[in-house]
């Protein structure tokens, strides 16, 4: 599984298939619609042959396991971004109604300065990563986990829950040693917390799927409604990518409002895009270039996404920087989530690798009271990795 895991494609590509997949199954196309559903599968699988062939692997377990973060540099920069994002998610639920305990319509009201805090408390997802890595005091470990993963359910943001439990998922498989059976037990409950907390929440923010007019499949329709909240979500995306691609609908707005800070709502809700079900407004990554610069542009978006991840990748050699790191779990998460929402061709996310980027940049400036923190056998694990990035 851990081979699996080490391909870049597979964040991308397998979450593409197998939301396509269960499209099929949840969904009586309407006619037309196929060519959508094919079109994404079709270069989901050019994109993970060309990637088997390419060579290019994530960093094996020994060189995470050899790289030790306690007392570096990087920890204490790390350390000190944490305490950032922590005093934001202090002023958005002080400042602000909290969704979950006053009202759940509140999750979307970013008036008042709100829309400006969200930006750094969003971040809250790398706080468990950070406190696995970083701390030795299990009380401030215990802390920046709790914190990073009760934040989000206070404000009703499921997105902010499943980045925390990837991230975090993903940190302890490779982190552990090779010669020891993968923590499926830790992984699969962090699994069904998820999608627990994703279908109450859901349910919770949305109501019940009553006033949902989509081609449901029967077998869908016997599905518990928790379960098929989960599947809605999961198949929405590529569902309303293949309605616009057989209504041959273009608005380039939407890319562009994605696109350029503060130049207009990249909301799809109360326009005129003509969606199937107007209260299922969610599409994929590439719906917006779909709209903008058709079927090429979404293609090239895909591949574009690819490329970025495969940047991701590299900058994992020769020692699996922190920041780096930090870089390839938000680049490996939006890969992951890319049929569900934009969130890779976003200045948000351009903001959160810049801000890596520059933390990077100050590890470097500040004294080197130690050498980073790497076992005995740190050399050949670095030559090794140097031919696998070759």
Known sequence: MRRVLRLPSIYLCLPMLLTCGLTLFTYKLPPGY???????VVISVLIMLFDVASGLRLPGPSLFRARNYLGTRESLVALGFAAFIILFCVLDLVLFPIPLIDAPASYAQMEGGRLHVRHISDMCWVLPPIGLLCTRSKRLRGALIFIGFAFPVLVIDRNRIFAALFATALVIVFRRDEAKRLPWVTVSLLAVIGGTVFSVLGILRSGTLDTVALPFSDLYRAMPVGVQWLLLYATAGPYNFASMLAKHYSNASFLINQLVPMSGSIATAGTDIPLDASNINVGSEFLPFLLALGPLGAMMSI???????????????????????????RMSYVCLMSPFAPQAFTWTNAGFIAICLVLQALVGLLPNRRVPGFGPNVAVLQADARKLSS
């Open 303 to 329: 591949v574009l996404l690819y490329v970025l991840q495969r940047w991701s990748v590299r900058r994992l050699y020769p020692g699996v920087s922190l920041f780096s790191l930090l870089i390839f779990l």
């Open 34 to 40: 196929l060519e959508g559903i094919l079109l994404l």
